[in-house]
Each structure stands twice: as C-alpha cells, then as structure tokens.
C-alpha cells in the first residue's frame, strides 16, 4: 500500500527566510505521481505541482522549488523569501498509476507553515 | 484545469439527519473523487465516482452512509446520512483531468458542523 509521510507538523519562521517541507512516500509501483498542494486559511486546496517517477528534474516556479529524489523516496519542496501569504498548510499526496489505482491521492498529514511578518 | 463548485460551503446540521452536497465542474471528466477532511487532519477519500457506473468506496466508507450520485460527466453529489457530531469535517470533491498523469483539482470544500 501506498504511503505519504510528513515528519513536519508544524514550522514556524520569520519573513524572508526559507523554509523547506519534507515529504517521503511508499509504493510499489514503478510509475506514480506526486503532488503538492497548498491549503491557505480559507479552506481550498490549490494544486501547486505534479511529478512524475521518471522526471527527476528539479523544478521552479517562482519563490517555489521541488527536490525530487528516487533514491531516497523524497519529494520536498522549499519556499524561498518566504512572506506571509505563504502562511498556510501544505499536503504532500502520491497517486499510483494504472487503471486499477484509479488516480487516487494518498495525502500526507500535513505541514503547517506560518510566517512572520 | 477545472473550475469546481460545491453547494452549500458550509451547513450546520442536527444529529440524525441528512446532508446532500452537490460538486458541480465547468467540463466534463471521467474521475470525480470525494474526500473528507476532519478537523486538524489530513484529506481521506471517501469514494471514486465515474458516471454510468456504482461508485467506489474506501476501507471504513458504506454506501449506506455516504450514498453518491453521478447522472452526468459534470455533476456529482454526496450525501451524508444519519449524522452524528463525529461526522462534522470539511468535504471536499475532485476531479481528475488529463492523461498520462492526471492532475487532481479540488473544490472549495464543504464546511460541516453536526450538533
């Protein structure tokens, strides 16, 4: 069975510092997908990114970055200058491939991140 | 992407009775997934539900209590059934879009507070 675990509940820092999320995941499968999402105050799930098992690159997009690394199952990602806005809870999920896994997400449990101003 | 609504936001409700909530997408998609999301926790799915066929539900979810309707590739709705204060979480539904990897796009969610 598939798994996501995030070792962070909670990180706390002050405006313009970085901060970075772990995620490692489980599975058996060779094919997967990874995703992060961001979950702000409000309540909505906002889809930030989706790998998949055989693109290794890094990838930016903006103050956002993802380390995606097979060896050791990990899917972290980093908020650079972090700013207030970015205050929220942030759920690493994994999805297997193959009709059979149906696309569905297993979520992580969850970082909650709050900067400072 | 996808632009998901869902009816209501949120509802407060008394123990014993019912809720349908309804997920509404701007297009059709084959893969619509409900999830709950307890207080503090983490996102569980509850169910996939494809049009024209029963949906199918997760370890520890009963179609008796969380009975799901598909009619068309654009509309779905949950019903929560017989509530109990145990069932007050945020509901959320989601779509899968694409192919070769599907991207997940979520819906506001639903806001349930049981009494």
């Known amino acids: 069975a598939q798994k996501v675990t995030q070792a962070q509940t909670e990180i706390s820092v002050v405006e313009k510092e970085d901060v970075t999320l772990d995620c490692v995941y489980e599975?058996?499968?060779?094919?997967?997908?990874l995703f992060w999402y961001k979950q702000p105050p409000s309540g909505e799930l906002v889809f930030l990114i989706r790998r998949n098992s055989f693109d290794e690159q890094n990838e930016i997009s903006g103050r956002y970055s993802w380390n995606f690394q097979k060896s050791t199952s990990s899917f972290n990602f980093t908020i650079t200058a972090s700013q207030v806005v970015d205050s929220a809870v942030y759920f690493c999920?994994?999805?297997?491939?193959?009709?059979?896994?149906?696309?569905?997400?297993?979520f992580g449990g969850g970082t909650r991140v709050l900067v400072k101003p | 992407s996808a632009v998901i609504s869902q009816k209501p936001s949120r509802d407060i409700c008394q123990r014993g009775t019912s809720l349908t909530i309804q997920c509404q997408v701007d297009?059709?998609?084959?893969?619509m997934f409900w999830y709950r999301q307890q207080p503090g926790q983490s996102l569980t799915l509850i169910a996939t539900a494809n049009q024209g066929s029963e949906a199918t539900y997760e370890s520890g979810f009963v179609i008796d209590k969380f009975p799901i309707s598909r009619p068309n590739l654009t509309f779905s709705t949950l019903t929560v059934s017989n509530m109990s204060p145990e069932d007050s979480s945020i509901y959320l539904c989601?779509?899968?879009?694409?192919?070769?990897?599907?991207?997940?796009?979520f819906g506001p969610g639903t806001r349930l507070t049981v009494t």
């Open positions: 989601s779509v899968s879009i694409g192919g070769g990897g599907y991207e997940q796009y």
């Open positions: 599975t058996r499968d060779t094919t997967y997908y």
């Open positions: 999920a994994l999805s297997e491939a193959g009709e059979a896994a149906g696309n569905k997400l297993t």
């Open positions: 297009s059709q998609v084959t893969m």
